[in-house]
């Protein structure tokens, strides 16, 4: 039998220089069949970079304004003409996010316009394993087609972030800290980004990991450099080299274990085609040249049993938030972004002291600490 493999691009790069990574795009561009072979001229585009919340572009926090502005550059030469750029972002609005960040000059000089969505749609998606119907954005459905650029960073939650989680902004406002309720393990999390993914069905995935983010991500961990930009029509393959690439097992990824079995892609070795400007290498290879392996990332086995899943039930041995309180300021963000009805976290010693959590209610979705601005959240 004659397999198909899915195709990554792995890009090197140390800096954000634009002109180099434009190059580098349009090279991975062509590994990929080229760009009009994945998008008709005609198509509206919507650009979907990581913009979690506003940040100092150095802190590895959102897709780096060099790598969406050379994309777009590529596009508009390429000839396209519609295009917007929109995120549902965990803390603000897009124009609010990308402003100052250099990112709301190159949209200027392209003419493309970022979009704050104004509307949840219900949309149907019978045909999903975790999730049926999902709140999408009205003017993200007024589009033809959407590109992923997503930031290499890591998950309390999910251990990484990258090309499947950057589709849970498609998600409009509120319903994204909903989904936390509706979906609260890791695996049932998953499941539904794998349903979303199908459903709006991205046409391409870039990933920005020239400086990723390690540690206490994906909000408050710590830059380092990984020296490579990635590209996939195959997000679960992109985020399997990803995986590998920081030694970890791409397979104890919920997204990628959960993305192979529901059909959205390949964490497999040996269904994944590695393309370098070099020409094709294989994954050992890459590993061995661009991996790190001191990159902060958990790599925890979790064994299911009977004894973990009981565990798991009593909240017992359970990744669990908490603040440090000489480094809160009392800003309340965390309060906010908590989905559970009557917070799990809240002032409850007064607006004075930091907040508190309520374990017996808190459903571990790491909101709190990925909205935190000050780096005063962190997971034991
Ligand atoms: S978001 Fe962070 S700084 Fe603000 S109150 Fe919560 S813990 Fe403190
Ligand atoms: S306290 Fe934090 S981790 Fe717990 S449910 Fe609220 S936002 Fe999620």
């Given at each position: ?208 990991g020239i400086v990723a983010m390690e540690g206490n991500g994906p909000g408050s961990g710590d830059p380092v450099p990984m020296n490579v ?41 040996e269904e994944i085609t590695l393309l370098t400007p070099d020409g094709e290498i294989s994954m050992a290879e890459a590993v061995k040249k ?91």
């Open positions: 039998m004659n397999l198909v493999k899915s195709k990554v691009v792995l890009l090197p790069c140390r800096e954000y220089d634009e002109e180099k990574i434009y190059m580098l795009l349009k090279q991975g561009l062509d590994f990929l069949g080229g760009v009009e072979t994945l998008i008709p001229k005609d198509a509206k585009i919507l650009l979907k970079p990581n913009l979690l919340k506003k940040a100092e572009v150095e802190k590895a926090v959102i897709t780096h304004p060099v790598v969406v502005g050379a994309f777009a550059g590529i596009l508009r030469e390429s000839g396209y003409e519609n295009i917007v750029l929109a995120d549902s972002c965990g803390h603000g609005t897009t124009q609010a996010v990308i402003r100052g960040t250099g990112m709301d000059t190159y949209l200027e000089k392209y003419h493309i316009p970022a979009v704050d969505y104004s509307e949840g749609v219900k949309t149907a998606y019978p045909q999903g394993v975790q999730a049926k119907e999902f709140i999408l954005p009205k003017e993200l459905l007024e589009q033809d087609c959407v590109i992923s650029l997503s930031k290499m960073k890591t998950h309390a939650l999910e251990r990484i972030t990258g090309a499947v989680k950057n589709s849970y902004g498609f998600i409009y406002g509120f319903h994204k800290a909903k989904g936390h309720t509706q979906y609260p393990s890791a695996d049932s999390f998953a499941r539904m980004l794998i349903d979303l993914n199908k459903c709006v069905a991205p046409k391409l995935y870039v990933m920005d930009l990635l590209m996939s029509t195959d997000p679960v393959a992109l985020d399997s080299v990803f995986s590998r690439l920081v030694y970890l097992k791409p397979e104890m990824v919920p997204t990628n274990y959960h993305g192979e079995k529901m059909g959205l892609g390949t964490w497999k070795e661009y991996g790190n392996p001191a990159f902060n990332v958990d790599r925890t086995e979790v064994r299911k049993n009977i004894w973990t899943r009981m565990a798991g039930a009593l909240n017992i041995f359970q990744k669990k938030p908490y603040i440090e309180a000489d480094k809160c300021v009392r800003c309340g963000i965390c309060v906010q972004s908590c989905p559970v009805p009557g917070k799990a976290v809240d002032f409850r010693k007064g607006k004075g002291k930091p907040p508190v959590y309520d374990y017996r209610k808190c459903i571990r979705c790491f909101c709190c600490q990925e909205m935190c601005p000050k780096k005063a959240i962190k997971v034991k």
